[in-house]
Antibody, heavy 120, light 111 residues
């Protein structure tokens, strides 16, 4: 059974960089059949796609966040990571990692999510 | 880029059926979508992928009570024999040009 688990600091100061890692178990991140993505959800609000990555390192970002986002993959650790720079209170959210099929890129597995609060 | 429109809320009685709608914007009526369920305090859960033809493919373990259908730009999620655990937010999702798009979500209340 595929599992995705987010990890990282739960509190980040304004203007600093948010860093999260998603560890994949029960499947290989190097599979040619999938993308891997990050989605966030501010408290009480809906879902917002941040970006996705293929195991080769090809990335796709939400245009509204592109200037601040970097997603990378470490196939040796079966992990992919998110960095979001220059954070503000508006970046406070639950951050989810997810798997997306390559040919029909919609989320079909989700991590449990991790709350990141931006506050001094 | 497609826009997905969902009603903000819906309600139905325990044991009854409810049909939730996700509407694709003009020019995107043929797009495939996914439906996700998010119970209170939990992560989203993938329910199904739904084509414009009405054909759908459910995720592992999704009860038979959940089904999908389509009409034009509308994509429907029907939940039969509503249970208390079906009270949740329901989101639709699609993609275009390497960009994911989510609808605003429908909050379903089971009376």
């Amino acid at each position: 059974q595929l599992q995705l688990q987010e990890s990282g600091p739960g509190l980040v100061k304004p203007s600093e960089t948010l860093s999260l890692t998603c560890t994949v178990s029960g499947g290989s991140i190097s599979s040619s059949s999938y993308y891997w993505g990050w989605i966030r959800q501010p408290p009480g609000k809906g879902l917002e796609w941040i970006g996705s990555i293929y195991y080769s390192g090809s990335t796709y970002y939400n245009p509204s966040l592109k200037s601040r986002v970097t997603i990378s993959v470490d196939t040796s650790k079966n992990q992919f990571s998110l960095k979001l720079s220059s954070v503000t209170a508006a970046d406070t959210a639950v951050y989810y990692c997810a798997r997306l099929e390559l040919e029909l890129p919609l989320c079909d597995y989700w991590g449990q999510g991790t709350l990141v609060t931006v506050s001094s | 880029q497609p826009v997905l429109t969902q009603s903000s809320s819906a309600s139905a009685s325990l044991g009854s059926s409810v049909k939730l709608t996700c509407t694709l914007s003009s020019g995107h009526s043929s797009y495939i979508i996914a439906w996700h369920q998010q119970q209170p305090g939990k992560a989203p859960r993938y329910l199904m992928k739904l084509e414009g033809s009405g054909s759908y493919n459910k995720g592992s373990g999704v009860p038979d009570r959940f089904s999908g259908s389509s009409s034009g730009a509308d994509r429907y999620l029907t939940i039969s024999n509503l249970q208390s655990e079906d009270e949740a937010d329901y989101y639709c999702e699609t993609w275009d040009s390497n960009t994911q798009v989510f609808g605003g979500g429908t909050k379903l209340t089971v009376l």
